[in-house]
């Protein structure tokens, strides 16, 4: 049996869900107040290592594979970069709010933020994705000997 016992693992599973919950919640209200991007990024991280803590390594990589944990890791950073260019695009500056020019919202709505939530979402899953990364790796050194010699080539094809 990997992991911890199994009242941890039950509570890790109600817990886990309602973190994750929260932390979809402050990426989507973070232009509204206190959150964003970064905060609910790590707060959805801290799920994706609650679930490795308690389940174990092996459970926490079929849950979300590292290639695809790299890749969504890149997705977020390219997002970000293409709502920033696309503003360029229509003639205006970098990182132009475009879709507050075109859709003004009410205050306090969550569609009045123009292109600010959506370089949220980017932000969260590149922050989510690079803290679970970040985690995962150092969970998995393991301190050698003098005389052994350490492979850091990647066992996966991708």
């Known amino acids: 049996m990997t ?9 890790t599973r109600w817990t886990a869900a309602l973190i994750f919950l929260y932390g979809a919640y402050v990426v989507a209200y973070g232009h509204l107040g206190p959150g964003g991007g ?3 990024g790590v707060i959805l991280a801290c799920a ?8 174990g390594g092996e459970h926490a990589l079929r849950v979300l594979p590292r290639a695809v944990a790299s890749r969504l890791d890149s997705f977020g950073a390219l997002a970000f970069l293409a709502l920033a260019l696309v503003g360029m695009v ?7 709010n475009w879709l507050q020019q075109k859709w003004a919202g009410k ?3 969550v569609f009045n933020g123009g292109i600010i939530p959506l370089a949220n979402v980017a932000i969260a899953i590149k922050v989510c994705m690079s803290l679970f990364l970040v985690f995962f790796i150092l969970s998995s050194v393991r301190m050698f000997g003098k005389d052994e010699q350490i492979d850091f080539r990647s066992k996966e094809v991708d």
């Open 90 to 96: 229509g003639g205006g500056l970098f990182f132009t």
């Open 48 to 55: 994706y290592i609650l679930i490795t803590l308690a389940y």
């Open 3 to 11: 992991g911890m016992t199994v009242i941890v693992k039950t509570v």
């Open 107 to 109: 205050a306090f709505h």
């Open 38 to 40: 970064f905060a609910g």
